[in-house]
């Protein structure tokens, strides 16, 4: 079954919690794909709430430790104490503007796995690195440099970078190929193991073209910005799956 992950982004107020709660009831009573909910960190404890089970809550990042003096981060463990069952790391808007290295992801998967956490692992290339035929060659890169040691709950998201929030995406060649790409990587690097790792795609999935992207092999389902802002968008993606 597919797996459609929202990723909020710096959105959401308490009064969006009804989004969540609307998603939770709509997957409650439906033979639906799974559908997950990254909040913002201030909204994940009472998101796991509204979700009252049906519908995984999760982080948009973690510190790479446990606990420690660093003003303003939270860690791997406190987000599993607020309730939530998975983190994303390495989002390509992190990788940029707080120039996360595939090193730095690497740690905070490894600290997700510690603490019991699924993983979401992003990659993508940049529109420059396309053009310059970079693409599998960088996707390549960061995937040895950022995946932990094991694929028990680790998922990989590919999400180009500038397919991100544009309304632009990759023909479903190109996903083919990229996912194609991305499932030798893990088969090579985990064995029989890597071929169970979830491929998710990710970059202006919406309602209108989420069947057309999530029928493409190897896509294993999709991670959702700004559409998963509203359940009735989400719920349009995850009945498309
Ligand atoms: C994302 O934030 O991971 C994402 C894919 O965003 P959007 O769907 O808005 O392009």
Redesign the pocket.
């Known amino acids: 079954m597919a797996l459609i992950v929202g ?1 909020w ?1 710096m959105h959401g107020l308490k009064a969006s919690l009804a989004e969540v709660a609307a998603v939770a009831r709509a997957v409650a009573t439906a033979e639906l794909a799974d559908v997950w909910i990254a909040p913002p960190f201030t909204l994940v404890a009472a998101a796991v709430d509204a979700a009252g089970g049906a519908v995984p809550i999760g982080g948009q990042d973690c510190h790479h430790a446990a606990k420690g003096a660093h003003t303003g981060c939270v860690s791997a463990e406190q987000l599993a104490d607020a309730g939530a069952r998975f983190v994303i790391v390495g ?1 390509s808007e992190r990788r940029a503007d707080q120039r996360e290295s595939d090193a730095d992801v690497r740690a905070k998967a490894e600290a997700a796995r510690a603490a019991g956490l699924q993983v979401i692992v992003c990659v993508g290339e940049t529109e420059a690195e396309r053009d310059a035929g970079q693409a599998q060659a960088v996707v390549a890169g960061q995937l040895a440099g950022s995946l932990p040691d094991a694929a028990d709950g680790l998922i990989v998201a590919y ?1 180009p970078v500038w ?3 544009t309304g632009r995406t990759p023909t479903p060649e190109d996903v083919a190929a990229m996912h194609a790409h991305v499932r030798a990587a893990l088969v090579d690097r985990f064995g029989a193991a890597g071929a169970g790792v979830a491929i998710l795609y ?4 919406k309602p209108d073209n989420a069947a057309l992207l999530l029928g493409v092999p190897e896509v294993g389902g999709a ?5 998963s802002l509203t359940a009735a968008s989400l719920l349009a993606i995850v009945k498309a799956a």
């Open positions: 990723n982004k989002h999400e397919a991100i929030g990710g970059g202006s999935v991670l959702v910005g700004g559409a």
